[in-house]
């Protein structure tokens, strides 16, 4: 065997030979070794080599030579510690197939005899290794041919380093990899617990893990996962008590902290418990507690083993490990719950929300269908609830709105669905005797007097009333949506009957009546599919018969019903809370307008826009009119804000902080349809107005009555005297034209000057400005 023969291969190699001299003669005394029949003198052959021994011993890995019938004729101490022998020389002689159980031993014997046949090598091959303890262990082994001179190969030499610690963190990081794509799939929980269980069961091999949850109490743990665990030990420990000594898992909870016992039966934490896990062999149980982001206790990771053992480093570990991603898992699910809980339910009173309301009022009317018993579709509106949330604030308000849920609940004992439908409204579906109309009568007038007790928060004192509307099917609808349609319409019976009040829709007297609630989800579509447009009524100076003004009006070109004025539709916008979109896009149009007529060259004139209840207690009117105006270049000095008295009455101190921000910006303000309120002086007294408007019904019968004209005459001196412009509407003939002159009123509008009209043909109107308009157009 030549240098370069014993050489070649080798310098890269585990064994750390670097006396070529030695492997030569280690070689040759393998071949000799080789032909005799036993090892009973074969040490002595390597007695120059004492060296070499002493030298792999300090090395922590496998270092080992075989010969051509891979028994070991040198091994370090650490093969020899490994295998349970007190010394290397306990070794020699003996194969893979006397130190490992066969299926291990065989698959090492001939992978070495197939590498001497073939003369190859085996580099960073993965070897799984049984100690006789019990462990499991893993390693990365390289093995060399060892020739002699001729080439022939006589044995091997082979290292072998423990990557056990490596291996498993790698097969963990896997498993974990794995639990964490079923978490994101969306698998149940269950399957996702039982995963993690029978992961870490593979990874402490022997032990049967187990996940308990804490109820909703926080009193008792709940079996979640045990897929290995008898399940009748399961069922018996299931809703346990938490306590100070109650096993392993229930301590972990009470404490907040892990608990490891080694011993069951030596243990004071499971004295109570002792006989029920007899039965079932169980000795060892260590539990550690995994947590919510706000540091609530969720449940238990727990181990369980058939003997007495203390954790290892590694294993506890891993359990603890495993109970942080069963805290990943099951505040996903909570939260995935709670997820889907708020979107089907009203957070504040706890009721479920309209967002399923059609499905389960279509379930109901499948339901009475096939049973032959009615059912009812109540519908429950809150009167005047704004008042409450202006007056009180918003926190009152749902209070109140909480206390109103309560009672309905309790009106009937939660036997009928109950849904908070939107704001201050509620439905209910009654089924079973009381859906009988009869029946049915009773029962509102009690859930009536119900809503009407007294509700008391804190020092506040509170009655609030509401107006009830029902029908029935299939007396009074042969579908869902028309008994819903009828059901909303009695309730608006309810409330023209003076509210406070319950109304039972009946087909026979029954006038014929709009879908409330299709008309409001329609005209949101209108305003996105541009089927609302504005009209414009001009506004006359009377001194020069010019144009001065006019007022956006909004109409709907409906696609269905034509052509529908604000009447049919602008106070169901008002109490569903749509005028605030409608009142956006009006605001917007309306000055988008002006200044097209301003860029055409038309003359300069203030546009008014009415502004409703809602849209002024809204908190983003004001950024909605500056938007307005950015968007379209409009100045502020040609838009108008119309207000009605009543409404800013309402909340002084608000409507005067409101309209100072308008007021500061050139923005006029007009108090509309003055004179009909009971605070009109007050307004005049406390805020910064532009104008005031004369509501028509003084001006329509001026001719006829003198109390209307020298209404009119005071308000138009009053206005004078305040330094504000006075606009009388309504003005439809020439004698009312000719009064209001003579009392010196400075502006005008009615059908006698121009009824509202498209903005292309007010713009014609408008380019005639320059000269006076004499004749009713």
Sequence with gaps: MTDQQVSQGRNEGPTGFADWQAMKSLATRLEELNTTACFDSSLDMFGDLDWLQQLVNLVSDYVYVKDRRSRFVMANDKVAEDMGRSTSAELIGKSDLELH??????VFYEDEQSMMREGRDLVDIMDRILLPDGTEKWFSSSKYPIRKENGDVVGIVG??????????????????????KKLVSGLPLQDVLNSLVLMIEGQLESGMGSVMLVDDSGNHI???????????????????????????????VFRKEAVFVEDIFDSELWTEYVDLVREFNLKSCWSVPFFSGSGKVLGTFAFYWTDVRAPSEREEK?????????????????????????????????????????????????????????VAVVFVDMDNFKFINDSYGHAVG???????????????????????????????????????????????????????????????????TCSIGAAVFPLDGDTADEVLKNADQAMFEAKNLGRDNFFIFDRETAPAGVNRLKLVEELRRGIDNNE?????????????????????????????????????????????????????????????????????????ITIAVNVSANQFRDKALLSDVFSALDTSGLDARYLELEFTESLVIQNVEQAVALMEDFRRIGIHLAIDDFGTGYSSLVALKNFPLN???????????????????????????????????????????????????????????????????????????????????????
Excluded at 159 to 180: C, F, M, P, W, Y
Excluded at 356 to 366: C, G, S, Y
Aim: proline share 4%; charged share 30%.
């Design 691 to 777: 104008r005031l408007k004369i509501d028509q019904s003084f001006i329509r019968d001026l001719e006829y009555k003198e109390s209307d004209r020298a209404i009119v005459r005071a308000i138009i001196s009053l206005g004078r005297e305040l330094g504000l412009n006075v606009v009388a509407e309504g003005v439809e003939t020439a004698k009312q034209q000719a009064f209001l002159l003579s009392c010196r009123c400075e502006t005008t509008q009615g059908y006698h000057f121009g009824r509202p009209m498209a903005a292309d043909k007010f713009s014609k109107l408008l380019g005639m400005t320059r000269t006076p308009l004499d004749v009713a157009l």
């Design 318 to 374: 891993i359990v603890r490990e495993a109970a942080h991603l069963a805290s990943i898992a099951v505040e996903r699910d909570r939260a995935e719950k709670r997820i889907r809980y708020l979107a089907d339910h009203d957070p504040l009173t706890g009721l479920p929300n309209r967002r399923k309301f059609k499905r389960k009022l279509e379930a109901k009317i499948k339901a009475s269908r096939q049973t032959g018993e009615p």
């Design 222 to 252: 709940l079996s979640a996962s045990g897929p290995n665990l008898p399940k009748s030990y399961l069922d018996l420990v299931d809703g346990i008590e938490v306590g100070p000594r109650v096993g392993s898992c229930g301590t972990a």
């Design 159 to 180: 290292i072998s380093r423990d990557v056990t610690e490596r291996q498993n963190a790698e097969k963990l990081q896997r498993g974990q990899n794995e639990i964490l």
């Design 398 to 464: 749902d209070d109140v709105l909480s206390f109103v849920a309560d009672r309905i609940l309790g009106s009937h004992n939660i036997t009928f669905e109950t849904i908070r439908f939107g704001g201050d409204e509620f439905v209910l579906f009654v089924d079973g005797p009381t859906a009988h109309k009869s029946e049915l009568k009773d029962y509102l007038a009690r859930m009536r007097a119900e809503i009407l007790k007294t509700i008391e928060l804190d020092t506040l004192t509170l009655h609030v």
């Design 101 to 106: 159980p066969p299926e291990v031993g065989q």
């Design 532 to 604: 609302l447009f504005l009209e414009y009524q001009p506004q006359i100076d009377l001194m020069s018969g010019r144009i001065v003004g006019a007022e956006a009006l909004v109409r709907w070109t409906h696609p269905e019903r034509g052509r529908l004025m604000p009447g049919e539709f602008i106070e169901i916008a008002e109490q569903t809370g749509a005028i605030i979109s409608l009142g956006r896009w009006v605001l917007n149009e309306a000055c988008r307008q002006n200044k097209a007529w301003q860029d055409a060259g038309l003359p300069h």
